[in-house]
């Protein structure tokens, strides 16, 4: 058997960017628009899911991805962009700031304000996280395809009722999960068609972020990403 062409994959690939590209579409409805397999259509979509290229609906629908948005803006992408708000997040709540984006089962650090002095929580720009540990994972966790999370679950350290929780009130926290004595406050930020690009956070030592957040640190985080939001449209 010879091996697959991968511009032939590649141009399948492109066929679905194409299916979703003015209106989000079901699996049956990429195989309608494409004349593909169905199997080969949702193994290119979820591959193409787990590169941000397309996202899932809340109706479980392929519709495009946030990553699009980000490479047709070219240098000015989400991560400068929030980096000049996490400036402002850390001043805010003295706490080291951390803008993470989804790649797959990862997520990524690609912006960061750090602490100035005293006790930090140091999260590299280029750090990659799991999805299944701390605040940010949460936030990002929360708004994926219930077939996703189901996944990623039995090996996380939160529930399926951490991420309602998120959901409903639209910021998360967690205290230790990621590293001991550690805790974190995040909340997402979406594009203007309400997909999640990334989630904002800050983190810092449980004894001064505490088990309870203040409601000043999480407006404050609240706001920041509001502010990324409106900045990245």
């Known amino acids: 058997m010879g091996q697959p062409n991968p511009v032939a994959v590649l141009d399948k690939a492109v066929s679905i960017l194409h299916a979703v590209a003015h209106e989000p579409a079901t699996l049956a409805e990429l195989v309608a628009r494409t004349g593909l397999p169905r199997a080969t259509a949702h193994r290119l979509a979820v591959a193409l899911e787990g590169h941000r ?22 240098t000015a992408d989400v991560g400068e962009i929030a ?21 797959g089962a990862t997520r990524v650090c690609v912006a960061a304000a750090e602490r100035t002095s005293g006790l930090r929580d140091t999260v590299p720009v280029g750090a990659r996280l ?65 997909a999640v690009l990334g989630a904002v956070s800050i983190s810092g030592p449980v004894e001064r972020l505490g088990r309870r957040p203040s409601p000043d ?14 900045a990245a449209r």
Do not use: K, N
């Open 53 to 74: 290229l397309v996202r899932r609906t809340d109706s479980g629908s392929w519709a495009p991805g946030p990553a699009l948005a980000e490479l047709g803006r070219g």
């Open 130 to 194: 799991p999805m299944t540990a701390g605040s940010a994972a949460h936030a990002l966790l929360a708004f994926m395809p219930a077939d996703e999370v189901t996944r990623l679950l039995p090996s996380a350290s939160f529930t399926a009722r951490t991420l309602l929780d998120v959901r409903r009130r639209g910021w998360a926290h967690s205290v230790a999960e990621r590293e001991a004595g550690v805790a974190s406050l995040s909340a997402p930020v979406r594009d203007a068609t309400g």
């Open 83 to 103: 980096a000049r708000h996490l400036v402002t997040l850390r001043d805010a709540t003295g706490e080291s700031a951390q803008f993470y984006v989804r790649d």
């Open 217 to 230: 640190v999480v407006g404050a985080v609240l706001d920041a990403a509001a502010a990324i939001s409106r």
